[in-house]
């Protein structure tokens, strides 16, 4: 194992294509530093590995961090992943201890490349054991080859505290939660324009008194005066209907769950998604680079302790 590597995931935004039934709908393909694209993730094109149809970086990325689909979501609500082959014995358990530890308890996944039944446990910040038992064919090897795949959030200050909020909205999501959810994304998207006009502007020169000031007045006013006062474009000005869409699908039912209790239905909660990450990307299409899989880039190798028992 080498370093988790940076990827994006992407889904076709073309699944009503007849060629997409039974087939893949999402993919991860590696990020190479590419100057284009971080000026302009609305204009690079992706073709799909299933349809051909092309779209651009910025709907696949949106695609996937709408998805239902557990795998995808966790691409999502950790910061890194790694991938691993280890051989067990059935019926023996085998520790492993990751190099480096995370904050909180990762998720393990284990796939068995011959019959057995596997599961993993004892999982912790740093390490989780594989327990196992023959699955009935007496004469088969004892040996199997096992692929492992943790997902795990490093507590990694390069990492905003507006993009903690988005894996924690799919934490929420992963458990079907959807008020919390809602909840978090509309923090995320909140915070993500506090910090967004504190660095703009900071660098257009502004006092930190009236920063400060700035910052108490309600999000409405910052995306609107305040964001025009940074950018140049207030949030209406780069996409009236965006706005829109951001008060109507995001903003209102996080009012009404926080208020009223509101339930939350998972179609209300996808268009709520899309909302929280096409206001991030249009406000700051540079945000998109926080929306990689494996964001912290950092060696995770796990070794597996001698002791078996
Ligand atoms: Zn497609």
Redesign the pocket.
């Known amino acids: 194992m080498g370093r988790s590597a940076a990827n994006w995931s992407v889904t076709?935004?073309?699944?009503d294509?007849p060629?997409?039934k039974n087939?893949a709908?999402s993919w991860s393909i590696p990020y190479a530093t590419d100057p284009e694209m971080e000026k302009n993730p609305f204009a690079r094109s992706i073709e799909?590995?299933?349809?051909?149809?092309e779209?651009s970086l910025f709907e696949g990325v949106k695609e996937s961090f709408k998805s239902e689909n557990p795998f995808v979501m966790r691409d999502f609500e950790f910061n890194a992943r790694a991938i691993g082959t280890t051989t067990i014995v059935a019926g023996l358990k085998k520790d492993f201890r990751l190099q480096d530890k995370f904050a909180g308890r990762p998720e393990v996944y284990l796939t068995p490349q011959s019959p057995v039944i596997v599961a993993p446990a004892l999982i912790h910040a740093s390490g989780f054991s594989i327990l196992s038992s023959s699955a009935g064919e007496a004469h088969t090897s004892a040996n199997h080859t096992i692929n492992w795949l943790v997902y795990g959030n490093y507590d990694d200050l390069s990492v905003p505290l507006w993009r903690r909020l988005l894996s924690d909205s799919k934490s929420h999501q992963a458990r079907g939660e959807h008020r919390s959810e809602i909840v978090a994304l509309e923090s995320g998207v909140e915070l993500f324009i506090s910090e967004h006009l504190q660095h703009a502007l900071q660098a257009k020169g502004v006092h930190q008194t009236t920063i400060d000031w700035v910052q108490r007045r309600g999000i409405e006013e910052k995306c609107s005066i305040w964001l025009r006062e940074a950018n140049g474009k207030s949030l209406s000005d780069v996409d009236q209907k965006l706005h829109s869409r951001w008060i109507k699908d995001l903003k209102k039912v996080r009012d009404a769950v926080v208020h009223k209790g509101k339930e939350v239905s998972s179609e209300e909660a996808i268009k709520a998604r899309d909302a929280a990450i096409s206001v991030i990307v249009n406000v700051c299409p540079k945000a998109l680079l926080h929306f990689r899989i494996g964001q912290v880039e950092r060696r995770i190798e796990a070794e597996s302790s001698d002791k078996t028992d």
Not at 12 to 15: E, G, K, V
């Open positions: 076709c935004i073309w699944l294509d060629k997409h087939a709908h799909c590995n299933v349809c051909r149809k779209f």
